[in-house]
T-cell receptor, first 111, second 112 residues
């Protein structure tokens, strides 16, 4: 059963703490994306990767970091430099035709 | 910079009625996507529109694209409660990275 998984579903972060969100896909897609969604807003692109060992900043990359060591995995780290990290984080992977498919999301809350 | 505007942002309608959601974008694009999001859930792909004049239909939803006017519409026919959700359009900004710029979404509520 192909798809995109994200974990955890809910995550709580203390001030000054780094946290890592997991994103895994078994769709054999080369490209993967991370988005942030705030209440009542559309999605904003944080980082994207078109191939293993390569990634680019999106529109709101400050305070975030990523890695792409394996085709299946694209973890996102929310660092202490991100001053307002409370949001819903969505990972996506893309078909060769351009359509992006999304994982179930991780809801991050700062305590 | 590509900007995408949806209107209305909020839409409350009665079952059985028809309505249209509009998606305008600011620069030339060769493809446009419509997604649905249920509360607290992820995004579900509805339509991909790849060329001027493209029309796609699925059930009570029909999407169209006018690249010259930089406008896409999502038409709802004879709405039912199950269509209640937030609908997003997303525009491809060009290039092989397939970056998407999303509208803010239209929250649709269908009342009995």
């Amino acid at each position: 059963d192909g798809g995109i998984t994200q974990s955890p579903k809910y995550l709580f972060r203390k001030e000054g703490q780094n946290v890592t969100l997991s994103c895994e896909q078994n769709l054999n897609h080369d490209a993967m994306y991370w988005y942030r969604q705030d209440p009542g807003q559309g999605l904003r692109l944080i980082y994207y990767s078109q191939i293993v060992n390569d990634f680019q900043k999106g529109d709101i990359a400050e305070g975030y970091s990523v890695s792409r060591e394996k085709k299946e995995s694209f973890p996102l780290t929310v660092t202490s430099a991100q001053k307002n990290p409370t949001a819903f984080y969505l990972c996506a992977s893309r078909t060769s035709g351009g359509t992006q498919y999304f994982g179930p999301g991780t809801r991050l809350t700062v305590l | 910079e590509l900007k995408v505007e949806q209107n209305p942002l909020f839409l409350s309608m009665q079952e059985g009625k028809n309505y249209t959601i509009y998606c305008n974008y600011s620069t030339t694009s060769d493809r446009l996507y419509w997604y649905r999001q249920d509360p607290g859930k992820s995004l579900e792909s509805l339509f991909v529109l790849l060329s001027n004049g493209a029309v796609k239909q699925e059930g009570r939803l029909m999407a169209s694209l006018d690249t010259k006017a930089r406008l896409s519409t999502l038409h709802i026919t004879a709405a039912v409660h199950d269509l209640s959700a937030t609908y997003f359009c997303a525009v491809h900004s060009g290039g092989s990275n397939y970056k998407l710029t999303f509208g803010k979404g239209t929250l649709l509520t269908v009342n009995p």
